[in-house]
DNA sequence: TATGAATGAGATTTCATTCAT
DNA sequence: AATGAATGAAATCTCATTCAT
């Protein structure tokens, strides 16, 4: 059983403190004092701090595309994908472990200035665009879908996990009930 | 003809800067060049930074308000309350002279962390809530509207406004239907 | 009698630390503290570290222009002018109030790498090689020089400025005769 | 065939970087990825940044003495012999595979600070000038130049090469015939 | 000999805020 | 009300050098 290695503890004190404290409040050396490294650690490995950031994210998007990914496998309909998609978006945003506000700040839904290749994160996040245009095309196929255009259905109904998400997580005043609330609204509005 | 007066002309610049460079690239110097106007009068009208930002904001907020509530007031029934409520959010969000930007970067739905006074901005925008909320009750009463708990449909059509939102303004890859798609959406889910 | 102004006393403490422990050996700390001043008030007045390297260097050029033209203004003759330009020359460099290795490591005959506007300081620099082309040429016109190319007998007699300066500030190793030695390698010449 | 040893890549790379980018800009990072080896072999074979640089300075000044011997025993009288030398001198500056520009940064007449044991450098470069003051004293003797100081002349020679080459080397505009006119005006001033 | 991760002191630069005028 | 010089804490990033492998 190896230990953490240098680089990866410096992820991991990375993705925590980026997701609490945000990306200005969150500097080398909380960091580093955190991860037990030394300083010129960060760049080393990283490059800069915008580059971890990027780098955090990344590695938090990954995690979260697989759970989606194998949440809408297990669908036994298009409709029954949707929702199960749904589902495991917001479920994932409130996983103590998936570290889920680093990707908050960092996705292309975020009001941070990035210089960074923000590219990169845009394209990445795209993957989550297409896993539900697949599921509502198959819903449409099979006939347990109200009759869309898929890519921009998608598009709505990622505003709303964004929105729903962000509800619950960044402001004071979500009711308990805003996620079901939420598949409840998706339900309505696409069940065929 | 009065010209603006320097207290003036510093949250207007402020206003533009904050929304178009974020919180932290915008500085005290950039502003006051924008304005015209000396350094030293920042503080000495508005205090500190983060009491300016929030002036912005709630500045926006105010001229906000003020429009939704008048798309609501020319509505015949509840749902056509809901619908014209959701038009005019998305409508002003695109606006050029609302400098919309400001408030989604200082709104209770930002990424950003904030010492300010965020109660103050919380318990203003949830007057937005419940204008909204009112015109659900209308409906639901009229029977316009499914029978839903009104307050929290309120909940989840403003997180669908706020994610469609960010989504056109923030992301690169908004599709131009996009705000007619969400509005389609909102009607089926929720028309009697 | 006003004292210095801080931003003069800034400019005075960097021209001698830049002369004697070169660019990268002098620190923003240094400067500060040998001027009492500030640490930020380095960068309000002079924008970074490079501009106020130019902007000594510049200040040491200026009086160096001022004291050639004067010099040249009292010859009798066009190789009077020049020997007197040469002396002025040589004679400015080892005065001690002129901060003259400021200009040394400035210079366009520096070897140091800038990024700064260096096309300041070269149409600056040729100056003073206009102000020896003209006593050249006067030199040429009044029979008391053989017959040359003033502009790139200028070039080379500066040369020679530039080289036994070198020799003077920079090397351990300079003859005590050095200067004398120089003044009359010219004269033999040049003189008709 | 032997392949360059990694010690030698070491040394060309350095020989390169320093002479094109300066002592401050050449890091370790630069030096090991441009001759393809580690890091840490760089304090291995030359123990830290200043011996390297000393190293790379003498390399030159070796093939630089050769070149100058070389030159001077080709000679047919004394005045031959200093013309020869200048020759050879400023030949070797525009050489592309001489890489002078090292020599520039790290001789006695360089405007870098060096903690550098210069010493070192100083008496090399000293062989420099034992050279030229050899012919010179030739050149007394045989009566093809003029009657001087033999140590004192070879310095203001050297003076004029070392300026000449700063000009032709470093500063933007020197002119074509420079070199040309340079070893006009030294054979005007000696001649007997 | 060879590697490159690891260290941490130190440099430049930014900028909100203060304050004398 | 208005000005902008002055302050200095704090942040990011660099890089020679060390050292375990």
Known sequence: MMNKSKKESLLQAAKELFGECGYVETTFKKISDKAGVALGLLTHHYGNKEKLFLACGLDVLEHFLKRLRQATSEADSGFDGVMRFCKAYLDFSIDRDS???VLVR???YSDMKTKTDRDIMDSMFSQVHQELERVIARGIED?????VDSKSTAQVIISLMVGANRTRVLTPYAMPSLYKDVLDFVARSIKA
Do not use: A, R, Y
């Open 143 to 147: 006939g347990s879908l109200v009759t």
């Open 106 to 108: 960092c996705s292309p």
């Open 99 to 101: 570290n889920w506000l």
